[in-house]
């Protein structure tokens, strides 16, 4: 595998796992772009492999921007986990709210 491909692989790879997800359960997807990968020197994997992470990159991207449009959704959720990323991002960790 060239260098090309071994990008366009990991690229794709980090895409399915950060957008499917990384259960067992899931990781067909995983196992079948691995098998494309090894069983095929066809220069149009590249393009495909490149393609469809740019789709699944933009899917996510959008889904978001339509979450964040919509007034009438509870975001509530959406920025305590927006939140929780900037605090582990220096290290800090959000306190538990009590529910009584």
């Known amino acids: ?3 090309a491909a071994k990008g366009a692989y990991r690229n794709l790879i980090k895409a399915v796992r950060k957008h499917i997800g990384k259960e067992e359960h899931k990781s ?3 196992d079948f772009i691995t098998q494309q990968f090894k ?6 994997n590249l393009k495909l ?3 469809y992470t740019l789709y699944l990159n933009s899917v996510h991207h959008h889904k978001e921007l339509l979450f964040s449009y919509n007034i009438a959704v ?3 959720d959406e920025m305590k986990k927006v939140l ?5 991002s220096v290290g800090l960790q959000l306190p538990d709210v009590y529910q009584p």
């Open 1 to 3: 595998m060239g260098t």
């Open 28 to 30: 067909h997807f995983t």
């Open 39 to 44: 069983n095929s020197q066809n220069p149009n």
């Open 49 to 51: 492999a490149h393609d």
């Open 74 to 76: 509870d975001r509530t």
């Open 84 to 88: 929780g990323k900037s605090a582990a």
